[in-house]
Structure formats: structure tokens, C-alpha cells
């Protein structure tokens, strides 16, 4: 027999029959799994979403931290190159901060300076090596060779002359004493005396000092204005060529011409020119190669001592 309890509300009917009890109570947990599954879906569904909302922030945080880092390494760069220009305009702070250089860097640095600073004392010491060269060349083939050639010329023409002042003097007192009859031929000798020691002794060395300015005007050391001086010699020494050449024509280098005339007793036929300018062009060419042979010697030494200092002879 089915027992029903009223309630309150008459339109719900609750059965107590244990007959229906079972299935309701069934249904009641699985609608409550039911439930239970919805739940955990949405809380799940919401925390994924909450993940990645989250996700999304630190990246954009990331981001702006390492564009803000990279911001400021530049803005870094800037103000030290800055503050490095501000330096050097500061009397109080050091110019140049040597601990900033990577220690490569200096050693490349000294390195180089090193190199630049022994080669420019290379230079230095093969220039004056170059000069000392060429002073030897001046000195071994010009003025060294003519000086000695000149001096050698000086001391034969003295002898020449015996005792005489110069040669002119020497062929009046030949022609005052060959028109003596008394002495003729003492005058005759004089004359073939001074053509012999001409033409052996004082034109080879006139020869030898032509070639010897021929060979090497290169060398000169005043160019032009001592150029014009050895011209006016070498022009000397063509007119002696030709005074030689007559000699030999007429014989009258070993004296055995049988009869002289007032002629041959000019100093034109017996050694060129007697005017004023040759006889100081022979003076000035001796003063102006014993002068500058001189200054060649001191500044060979000069340079010795120089190269010497330097250790590079």
C-alpha cells in the first residue's frame, strides 16, 4: 500500500515507495557529474585563456625591456664619444684614457711608430751616406786629381822660369840676349829651353787637366759660374795645342832651328795669350780648386763624423 506525504507545495508529489527511490537517486549523481565536468571544462578553459592573456603581456615586457637595453647601449655610445669630446677640452681631466685601448691596439700602435721612426733614420743615414758618395767622387775625381794637377803645373812653371817672374819677363831677357851677338846663343838656349820644358812638362799636365774637367763636370760644385772658369781654360789649353802643332812643323821643339826671328820670342808663340784676363784666370783657377778641394775635405769629415754618431759606417 502507497503512503503520500503532503507538503507544502501540492504540485510536488515525493514518493517514499522504495520502488522509485533508486532510479532518482541515480539520476540525481549523474546530472551532478554532469555538472562537476562542465565545471572543471570552464575552469580549465578560463585558466588557458588567463595563461595565454598572461603570456602575451611578459612578451610585450620582454620586448620593451630589450629595445629599451638596446636604446641605451646606443644612447651610451653617444654620451661617452660625448663626454670623450668633452674631455679633451678639459684641462682637468686626461686627454686620452690608455686603459680604454685594447692592449693589441698598443702594441700595433708602438709598433708602427717604431717602424716609422727607424725608417726615417734609415733615410737620414743612407742621405748622408748619398752625399758622403758623392763628395768622395767629387773629391777622388775632380777636384782631388786637378788640385794635385795644378799644383804640380805651379811648381814646374816656377822652375821654368828660373828665378824669372813670370814668363813674360823670361822670353824679353831670352830676346835681349839673342840680339846680343855676344850672347846669342845663350838667348837661343833660353827660348829652346822653355819650349822643351813646355812640351814635356807643363802641356801634358794641362792635357791631363782638360780631361780630367771634360770627364767630370757632373761633379762641379758651383755649376754655371765655376763652368765659365774652366772654359776660359780649356779655350787656353786648345790655343797651347796649337802653338805645340807649329813646333812640330818647323821643328823647333828640340831647338835645331838654325835661325829665330823677333817673332818667336813672343810669349803668344811660347804659351798663348799674355793679356791681363789669362794671366788672372790662371790665378783664380788655382785659388778657386785649392778652396773648394778644401771645403769637400771638411765636409767629408763632417758627414764621417755624422754617419759615425749614428752607427751606420
Known sequence: MTQHLPVTRPDVFISVNPLYSAPDS???????????????????????SAALLLWGKLRLLQTSRLAAAASTSALRSVHRRWMTTTAEKTKDEERFRWKDMPFQAISIAVGIGTLLYQNQKSEELELRRNNLAYVNNQLSKLYGPLYGNRLANQKSYKEGLLGRENL??????????????????????????????????????????????????????????????????????????????????????????????????????????????????????????????????????????????????
Do not use: C
Open 26 to 48: 541515480a539520476l540525481n549523481k549523474f546530472q551532478m557529474m554532469i555538472l562537476s565536468s562542465l565545471i572543471t571544462i570552464s575552469v580549465v578553459s578560463m585558466a588557458q
Open 168 to 313: 813674360v819677363k823670361y822670353l824679353q831677357e831670352a830676346e835681349r840676349k839673342w840680339r846680343d851677338p855676344e850672347t846669342r846663343d845663350e838667348g837661343v838656349q833660353l827660348l829652346t829651353r822653355w819650349r822643351k820644358f813646355l812640351f814635356y812638362v807643363m802641356h801634358p799636365l794641362d792635357l791631363k787637366a782638360e780631361e780630367i774637367i771634360r770627364d767630370n763636370a757632373h761633379l762641379f760644385e758651383y755649376g754655371v759660374e765655376e763652368a765659365e772658369l774652366f772654359v776660359k781654360f780649356v779655350v787656353h789649353v786648345n790655343h797651347e795645342k796649337l802653338i805645340v802643332a807649329n813646333w812640330h812643323e818647323k821643328g823647333e821643339v828640340i831647338g835645331n832651328k838654325e835661325e829665330f826671328e823677333e817673332g818667336d820670342f813672343s810669349r803668344e808663340r811660347n804659351g798663348g795669350k799674355s793679356d791681363g784676363k789669362t794671366f788672372q784666370m790662371f790665378v783664380q783657377l788655382v785659388r778657386h780648386v785649392k778652396e773648394t778641394y778644401e771645403k769637400l775635405v771638411e765636409r767629408k769629415r763632417s758627414l764621417v763624423r755624422e754617419i759615425e754618431e749614428r752607427g751606420g759606417y
